[in-house]
Nanobody, 122 residues
Framework: QVQLVESGGGLVQAGGSLRLSCIASGRTFSSYYMGWFRQAPGKEREFVAAIRWRGGSTHYADSVKGRFTISRDNAKNTGYLEMNSLKPEDTAVYYC???????????????WGQGTQVTVSS
């Protein structure tokens, strides 16, 4: 099992930026994919981005391509989600998660963090 702890959420104006962090501990993370999901009030949890821990290949939802960047620091066992040009519709609780497989479906991800709130004001 992998333990995940997110941080970095907050309140930002439209057009602003935030960087989320996700620290992983427990079972070695080297063979995993780290994904970021978000869930807005009244909506289903949706895929945002994912990165292969070994190799660094990435995958993004169309809604965030060109604005968000996922990365990781192997030495720190930490993943990041850099969010730029934020829009009010990006407002949600953001979760990081770990999976053995790359995919956009939340069911593929076994381990989840507690989430961090991102609020974008217009």
């Amino acid at each position: 099992q992998v333990q995940l702890v997110e941080s970095g959420g907050g309140l930002v104006q439209a057009g602003g930026s935030l960087r989320l962090s996700c620290i992983a501990s427990g079972r070695t993370f080297s063979s995993y994919y780290m994904g970021w999901f978000r869930q807005a009030p009244g909506k289903e949890r949706e895929f945002v981005a994912a990165i292969r821990w070994r190799g660094g290949s990435t995958h993004y939802a169309d809604s965030v391509k060109g604005r968000f960047t996922i990365s990781r620091d192997n030495a720190k066992n930490t993943g990041y989600l850099e969010m730029n040009s934020l829009k009010p519709e990006d407002t949600a609780v953001y979760y990081c998660a770990a999976s053995d497989l790359l995919g956009v479906a939340s069911i593929l991800y076994r381990d989840w963090g507690q989430g961090t709130q991102v609020t974008v004001s217009s």
